[in-house]
């Protein structure tokens, strides 16, 4: 399975940054989808999951701030981020629950925000 998250950068704090993840997950439609996010030093943490429908849960963290959605057709999954503080900085990946005892994270996406 591919993964490729991209769309990251360097931004401001309150700046915000759109992510996008192309996979080649077949059948897209069944699987529920997350975002994940790594910060320096800190263990990988899920940030959003995107239900088979579209329907998104958050974190705490950044509920409010950001936005998930999907597109079943196009197999991809993408994360609009606003009011980006520092804490938001890591690498940013997709993924799906259900295929993590797998193990391939795939490409992330180095999102930096800086004051």
């Known amino acids: 399975v591919q993964l490729q998250a991209s769309g990251g950068g360097q931004v401001q704090t309150g700046g915000s940054l759109r992510l996008s993840c192309t996979t080649s997950i077949t059948p897209f439609s069944i699987y529920i989808m997350a975002w994940y996010r790594q910060a320096p030093g800190k263990q990988r943490e899920l940030v959003a999951q995107?239900?088979?429908?579209?329907?998104?849960t958050y974190s705490n963290s950044v509920k409010g701030r950001f936005t998930a959605s999907r597109d079943n057709a196009k197999r991809t999954v993408d994360l609009q981020m606003n009011s980006l503080k520092s804490e938001d900085t890591g690498v940013y990946y997709c993924n799906s629950p259900q295929l993590l005892s797998s193990g391939n994270w795939g490409n992330g996406t180095l999102v930096t925000v800086s004051s």
């Open positions: 995107i239900a088979r429908g579209g329907s998104a």
